[in-house]
């Protein structure tokens, strides 16, 4: 009588398995990477409310069509806002090593990730605090409006840059002691890996 149950409890994994691990996500449109081996890829949501959706983001063997793992740091459910298959937007180095994903986090409202490929896994780089330069500390002079947000994009020669939106500089701050003498309604923090391979931030402006 153990053989029926345990045949029973094989082909339960098994079903339980291919939910968890089958292909019915879909590749974010622009999301391969230069040399074709990975993507990014979501759940469509199966009614038009997203907040019933699965939220899960997966980096994608894009080359063997499987999912390789789900990058934890994402979501695909905007905030409750779009929907998962277009909340989402890639940028890939060109070697293939360095993934940002930018998503969305409310209504007009954005957050972005970092992360290196590296040995089939992608490893969240963590940007650093912008009060390590002295013009990051002007984040301590500034407010923001309701919908603030961030994204990040790959500028020349391995610059990583991240634009930030939503602030209302306070009156009466002189920005100009930051070397930053005219702030409305952006900031563009300018990121570059040192000779340790460690990120830096080595400069802020105004974006033009």
């Known amino acids: 009588m153990k053989f029926p149950i345990m045949r029973n409890l094989l082909i339960l994994l098994l079903a ?9 996500w879909v590749v974010i449109e622009g999301s391969i990477s230069p040399d074709k081996k990975y993507s990014v890829a979501v759940f469509p949501q199966k009614t038009e409310f997203i907040d019933e959706a699965d939220d899960t983001v997966l980096l994608i ?4 069509n499987k999912s390789i793992e789900p990058l934890k740091e994402v979501s695909s ?35 972005s990730k970092v992360y290196r490929i590296c040995q089939n896994r992608a490893i969240l780089v963590e940007l650093p ?10 984040l ?9 947000g961030i994204e990040i994009k790959l500028g020349e020669n391995g610059t990583i840059l991240k634009t930030l939106w939503g602030i209302m500089p ?13 702030i409305e309604e952006t900031l563009l923090f300018h990121y570059r890996f040192n000779k340790e391979d460690k990120l830096e931030l080595v400069d802020v402006t105004v974006p033009e």
């Open 129 to 138: 605090d912008p009060k390590t330069h002295v013009k990051g500390k002007v």
């Open 77 to 111: 459910s905007g905030g409750t806002w779009g929907k998962t298959t277009e909340n989402l937007r890639c940028v890939w180095s060109a070697d293939s090593t360095l993934m940002i994903v930018n998503f969305r986090v409310g209504r007009l409202m954005h957050d």
């Open 170 to 182: 306070k009156a009466g701050v002189d920005y100009s002691k930051y070397g930053l003498a005219k």
């Open 16 to 24: 339980l398995g291919n939910h968890a691990f089958g292909n019915d």
């Open 140 to 148: 301590d002079e500034i407010e923001y409006n309701a919908n603030p």
């Open 61 to 64: 063997d894009h080359a063997g």
